[in-house]
């Protein structure tokens, strides 16, 4: 197996608002391991982008805050790190891609100086000319043409492709040992989502790292992950390996995921059948119901899920590693298939 090197457990992370103290993420457990991509799917507003943010300590305080659980890092805490401590290990050691690489680049500088500003900040023993060099061949790394010309333009004398190619250029400048994706294809096209990821996976089996891919894209989990994570209100409600998941599937959360996903045949080209949608909003963090948080939006809901029993836990399932957080878990379905 894998070296591990990145744990959460049981993470909780609480904003404080005018209406009162929200769970955004509550009671969070994954691992991740070298040269492997743990994928974290579920809708917007399930707690994804803020289980990453509270990784990278990047959590506002105040509002938000890490209430309670463990972040290790190769067995050392990043909870309540010093901030010195963590500006060493963020950027260096665990990097991130933001969602949205416009407004995450500087639009006054060329990509050459935010490219230099990292390696600079982790790597000070490098020269000027050291650094220069470096950031060309970053850029050339991640499939950039003309890297010489690219360091001396702006963020917005490039494309939407290419500025998330210069995201991913800064995030691995310092060949960190974990990478977070927080929905790296986001507003691409197909053909440059498809280059995006395929970078990623080429760049992941050269250096080793192991990536946290953060999406809302079933289709991208199949096609990059190992293991995957399903959240649903800040809780993760079903867990397993990537085939696991797509086979044989048990929270009808997960299967509703699934449904919703397009459908065609091969030989027409034509879409199958009628596109399907889980039914109803997710409920407001303010006014969870007692029982399991899915309980208005499942076709499988029973009284017991209604909250004489609580909030169901995450428990093993028939398959080696796979955990499901329902009370009345699908006994049988035909996943999507890998």
Same mark, same amino acid.
């Given at each position: 197996?894998?070296?591990?090197?990145?744990? *959460?457990?049981?993470?909780?992370?609480?904003?404080?608002?005018?209406?009162?103290?929200?769970?955004?993420?509550?009671?969070?457990?994954?691992?991740?391991?070298?040269?492997?991509?743990?994928?974290?799917?579920?809708?917007?507003?399930?707690?994804?982008?803020?289980?990453?943010?509270?990784?990278?300590?990047?959590?506002?305080?105040?509002?938000?805050?890490?209430?309670?659980?463990?972040?290790?890092?190769?067995?050392?805490?990043?909870?309540? %790190?010093?901030?010195?401590?963590?500006?060493? /290990?963020?950027?260096?050691?665990?990097?991130?891609?933001?969602?949205?690489?416009?407004?995450?680049?500087?639009?006054?500088?060329?990509?050459?100086?935010?490219?230099?500003?990292?390696?600079?900040?982790?790597?000070?023993?490098?020269?000027?000319?050291?650094?220069?060099?470096?950031? *060309?061949?970053?850029?050339?790394?991640?499939?950039?043409?003309?890297?010489?010309?690219?360091?001396?333009?702006?963020?917005?004398?490039?494309?939407?492709?290419?500025?998330?190619?210069? %995201?991913?250029?800064?995030?691995?400048?310092?060949?960190?040992?974990?990478?977070?994706?927080?929905?790296?294809?986001?507003?691409?096209?197909?053909?440059?989502?498809?280059?995006?990821?395929?970078?990623?996976?080429?760049?992941?089996?050269?250096?080793?790292?192991?990536?946290?891919?953060?999406?809302?894209?079933?289709?991208? *989990?199949?096609?990059?992950?190992?293991?995957?994570?399903?959240?649903?209100?800040?809780?993760?409600?079903?867990?397993?390996?990537?085939?696991?998941?797509?086979?044989?599937?048990?929270?009808?959360?997960?299967?509703?995921?699934?449904?919703?996903?397009?459908?065609?045949?091969?030989?027409?080209?034509?879409?199958?059948?009628?596109?399907?949608? /889980?039914?109803?909003? *997710?409920?407001?963090?303010?006014?969870?119901?007692?029982?399991?948080?899915?309980?208005?939006?499942?076709?499988?809901?029973?009284?017991?899920?209604?909250?004489?029993?609580?909030?169901? %836990?995450?428990?093993?399932?028939?398959?080696?590693?796979?955990?499901?957080?329902?009370?009345?878990?699908?006994?049988?379905?035909?996943?999507?298939?890998?």
């Amino acid at each position: 197996m894998s070296e591990k090197i990145l744990e *959460v457990k049981d993470l909780v992370v609480e904003f404080k608002t005018d209406r009162g103290t929200i769970k955004a993420v509550n009671g969070v457990n994954f691992d991740v391991f070298k040269g492997k991509t743990v994928g974290i799917v579920g809708e917007s507003g399930s707690g994804k982008s803020v289980s990453a943010l509270a990784i990278m300590g990047l959590i506002p305080n105040p509002p938000g805050r890490v209430a309670s659980g463990q972040i290790l890092f190769n067995g050392r805490s990043l909870v309540n %790190m010093e901030a010195s401590e963590m500006r060493k /290990i963020r950027g260096n050691k665990i990097a991130m891609i933001f969602q949205e690489p416009m407004t995450s680049l500087n639009p006054v500088f060329t990509i050459g100086n935010q490219i230099e500003e990292v390696i600079e900040l982790h790597q000070p023993q490098l020269s000027r000319k050291e650094r220069e060099a470096k950031a *060309v061949d970053m850029l050339r790394l991640v499939g950039i043409p003309s890297p010489e010309k690219r360091v001396k333009e702006y963020p917005h004398q490039l494309s939407g492709g290419m500025r998330q190619r210069v %995201m991913i250029a800064i995030a691995l400048s310092c060949e960190p040992d974990v990478l977070i994706a927080d929905e790296p294809t986001t507003a691409l096209d197909v053909t440059i989502q498809a280059q995006i990821l395929e970078l990623m996976k080429k760049l992941q089996k050269e250096l080793g790292m192991g990536i946290i891919l953060i999406t809302h894209d079933l289709g991208v *989990v199949a096609e990059t992950c190992d293991t995957v994570a399903v959240m649903y209100c800040g809780q993760i409600v079903e867990t397993a390996d990537v085939k696991t998941l797509f086979n044989h599937p048990r929270h009808p959360y997960t299967k509703g995921l699934m449904d919703s996903i397009p459908s065609f045949d091969s030989t027409t080209g034509h879409k199958k059948d009628r596109l399907k949608t /889980i039914e109803g909003m *997710v409920p407001s963090l303010f006014d969870l119901p007692a029982g399991c948080n899915f309980q208005d939006r499942c076709v499988n809901v029973t009284e017991q899920c209604r909250g004489s029993l609580g909030e169901p %836990m995450l428990r093993e399932m028939e398959l080696p590693q796979h955990r499901a957080a329902c009370f009345n878990p699908l006994k049988e379905f035909e996943g999507k298939g890998l």
